[in-house]
């Protein structure tokens, strides 16, 4: 919101300020646009104040958008006793302004997070967005972005090797490498799966490149390499409630869905049961990454990969506090694992900076979590199905579940049917849709009516953990999600060897019907789905 404010305020002030100096002989005119330059002023000064990014990226766009200001008003200034060359110059300017100008104050704020380096000019930040932005539409759905960097995904029959179809690669330029690297291969096909990088000339021809590996016989698949991005629904936090649920975090009061979730009847159950967990589970978070250092996630993360351990975003970090933040820590919020003895949570970025990724990287991520021996990988991200494009997901769902990963999914936010979007149609996955204070499905969220395993969480207004020790509301099933992943987590470390479906049995077994059972699925109650397990 403060960056499109940003945007029409300084065009105001620049506008005004040009005005003000051509009418400044004719007084009533000149107060008028004097005025109009004042309030657009404040504006900008607003939207700067509350925008997100550094103090030093915030002094630096004033510094340069004030000697933009200075210049161009002075150089209309001495234009404005001749008129046909003012107004001629003035339409040039805001010609060339509406095709460059617009695109510089779009960028400028170009990262919504507190993270962003203040070295990156505005041209800088362009050419990063450029360069993550560079896939390309889907020549089946125009609403689908490619990889450019490897816009295919291809299956070789288990007979042949990449060598075999040479012939074909080598007739439209097209570059390629393995795609994925299962340490089992024995028990997946996924090392059989490849890259297939397009040369720029030949984007147009997909569907002919598609036709001729098919032609090839040695495939036995082709599919498109999709991009995603997310993008949590910032919101104002619900009134507080004064449950303390036996916990001492200060922020324990501004999380609504203890209530419904019953949270404090799990905390007392734990604590007169004194159950022991066999292990302590640990939660993947395939995400944008994991503010590692966070006051309220540090004592419970561990480290997949060094690189992992810092979130440019925030989409991961909110949702690994709402996984496994620090129960009873005195610090910050808490889940639903109140001493902290049943969960531990790691990171595995398969998200930019930006929120994007593709779909051969969300598959990396999740090979590669339960390689590590991930109990849970918790995914809040998706895009639109399509059953021509979702073969090596199926494929990744069942080798996780091999290992012994339970995969929980966030069903999406379009208000749309969740079968329609993957990984949330799935086979082999809980896909959980969000639920507001008052059971109500969630006006954003996806319904999992028409799915096997579908479940319901609190998804709005949610607080939880944001980068360097802070703390955001948000909506979306990507909140909802970690709720649910945070349960399973709890339940796989009292009984390690469920399986995916036995778990989802738990869940729908124990859990509470909403206003809207149907659509969403029941709303889980922690404290029963453990006693089912326990008893």
Known sequence: MFSLLYQISFILSLSGLIAWFYFQEKPKMSRLMSTLFLGGFLGYLLSLGMVEATIKHKCFVLFRDLMVMGVISQFFNLLRNNSILFFAFLAGFYGLFATQGIQILEQTFLNPTATEQATNTAEELLEKKERLLRGIQSTNHPNILLDRTGELLIEINEQYKIADISTTLEAYQLKVHPAFHPIDESSTTLDEYYVIDVPNEQINDLEEIKKALYKTTMVNWVEENELIQVSPLETTPLASTKRQYGLNDPYISQLWGFEVMNVDEL?????????????????????????????????????????????????????????????????????????????????????????????????????????????????????????????????????????????????????????????????????????????????????????????????????????????????????????????????????????????????????????????????????????????
């Open 267 to 535: 905390n007392n159950g734990l604590a007169k049961s004194k159950i022991k967990p066999k292990k302590k589970a640990l939660i993947a978070i395939l995400d944008t990454g994991v503010d590692a250092t966070h006051e309220d996630l540090a004592a419970n993360y561990v480290s997949t990969k060094k690189k992992y351990d810092t979130d440019d975003r925030g989409h991961g970090t909110h949702c690994a506090g709402i996984a496994a933040a620090v129960s009873n820590n005195a610090v910050g919020i808490a889940s639903m694992s109140p001493n902290n003895q049943f969960v531990e949570v790691t990171s595995i970025q398969v998200l930019t900076g930006f929120g994007f990724g593709s779909q051969k990287q969300i598959i990396d991520g999740m090979i590669l979590a339960a390689d590590k021996g991930a109990d849970v990988i918790s995914m809040s991200l998706g895009g639109l199905a399509n059953s021509l494009r979702q073969k090596a997901y199926e494929d990744a769902v069942k080798y996780c579940n091999k290992k012994g990963s339970v995969i929980v999914v966030a069903a999406g936010n379009s208000s749309k049917d969740a079968r329609n979007y993957t990984p949330a149609n799935l086979d082999g996955v809980i896909t959980v849709s969000a639920i507001d204070s008052k059971l109500d499905k969630a006006i954003f969220s996806n319904h999992v009516t028409h799915l096997k395993m579908g479940v319901a969480a609190p998804g709005v207004a949610i607080y939880s953990t944001f980068p360097n020790n802070e703390y955001k509301t948000f909506n979306g099933t990507s909140m909802a999600t970690p709720y649910v992943a945070g349960l399973v987590g709890i339940l796989k470390s009292i009984q390690p060897d469920l399986t995916t479906k036995q778990v989802y049995a738990i869940l729908n077994e124990s859990g509470k019907n909403t206003n809207a059972t149907k659509e969403t699925g029941k709303l889980i109650q922690p404290a029963k789905a453990i006693q089912l397990v326990i008893d």
